[in-house]
């Protein structure tokens, strides 16, 4: 079974400013995926960033970016210059790429919000 | 391209009720799947779809089911409504392949009093 672990519940940063927020998971998997997401207060999903595990490179889309340890099993998103409108919960989510457990397991949860 | 349409936003309901929520997946999107959402248990599987078959089913109560439709629409339904139901149910649908990410509709704010 995956777990995924998100062990900050809160974080705050000043705008303009770069935060990371923090993953840890387990898994016997040797190819999935990984995922950050963005909740806003309108509740939607959002997804921002995909990581493909048997890739080395870093996952980046434009202020966002991914540090990917896979032999620690860590996957934290930096955001950099901070804004206001990045205020969200943001999770952290594993699929298995191959498989018949297709299910995303997802972190609780990180509440950020930037201050201005 | 339109996307995860979820109707309808906001259900309040009475106990031992039950009730039906629907999900019109991205055009071409084959898989629907279910989350709950709560404050206290996070993000929880209920199940997922993938042409008209359950593909997977997380640890709800047989209260909680699900179809899906030729057209790839989905509708959850839960039946004998208790306070504990009440939570924000999110669908999500993917492309061709299950094991990939899901794209999200907004949700159904559904609470039980």
């Known amino acids: 079974a995956q777990t995924v672990t998100q062990s900050q519940p809160e974080m705050s940063v000043q705008e303009a400013e770069t935060v990371t927020l923090s993953c840890t998971y387990d898994t016997s998997e040797s190819n999935y995926y990984l995922f950050w997401y963005k909740q806003p207060p309108s509740r939607q999903m959002i997804l921002v960033i995909r990581q493909e595990a048997y890739k080395q490179q870093n996952a980046t889309e434009n202020r966002f970016s991914v540090n990917f340890q896979k032999a620690a099993k860590s996957f934290s998103l930096k955001i950099s210059d901070s804004q206001l409108g990045d205020t969200a919960m943001y999770f952290c989510?594993?699929?298995?790429?191959?498989?018949?457990?297709?299910?995303?397991?997802f972190g609780k949860g990180i509440t950020l919000s930037v201050r201005p | 391209k339109a996307g995860v349409t979820q109707t309808p936003r906001y259900l309040i309901k009475t106990r031992g009720q039950q009730v039906t929520l629907s999900c019109s997946p991205i055009?071409?999107?084959?898989?629907v799947s279910w989350y709950q959402q709560t404050p206290g248990q996070g993000l929880q599987f209920l199940f997922e779809?993938?042409?008209?078959?359950?593909?997977n089913k997380g640890n709800f109560p047989g209260r909680f089911s699900g179809r899906q439709f030729s057209n790839s629409r989905s509708e959850m339904n839960v039946s004998t409504l208790e306070l504990g139901d009440s939570a924000l149910y999110l669908c999500?649908?993917?492309?061709?392949?299950?094991?990939?990410?899901?794209?999200f509709g907004q949700g159904t704010r559904l609470t039980v009093v």
């Open positions: 999500a649908s993917r492309g061709a392949s299950m094991n990939t990410e899901a794209f």
């Open positions: 989510a594993f699929v298995p790429i191959t498989g018949a457990n297709s299910k995303l397991t």
């Open positions: 779809y993938f042409s008209e078959t359950q593909r």
């Open positions: 055009s071409g999107h084959r898989s």
